[in-house]
């Protein structure tokens, strides 16, 4: 019998998209706006929260399948800036 355990998919597809990930850049987080990582992370860089990112690339605003992948990149770059922080 086949089954499903979506939030183990989940996890492996964040997994594919974390930042260790070999060409994180070029990856399309948002397959409804084509928005790649590279532009979430650069406005998340520049200080926009979730609904600016949303605006400025059309990301979240179809579907809505992307958000929490999204979500979780920003929660993983602020933890990677807590330990920058931390650390220096
Ligand atoms: S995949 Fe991002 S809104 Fe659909």
């Known amino acids: 019998m086949l089954q499903f355990k979506a939030s183990e998919n989940h996890?492996?597809?964040?997994q594919l998209m974390s930042l260790n990930n070999a060409n994180p850049a070029d990856e399309v987080m948002c397959s409804c706006s084509g928005t790649k990582r590279g532009e979430i992370l650069n406005l998340f860089e520049q200080g926009l929260d979730m609904d600016a990112v949303s605006r400025r690339t059309g990301a979240i605003s179809g579907c809505g399948g992307c958000e929490w992948d999204i979500a979780e990149l920003q929660r993983e770059l602020a933890e990677q800036k807590n330990k920058e922080e931390q650390g220096s």
């Open 11 to 14: 996890e492996s597809n964040f």
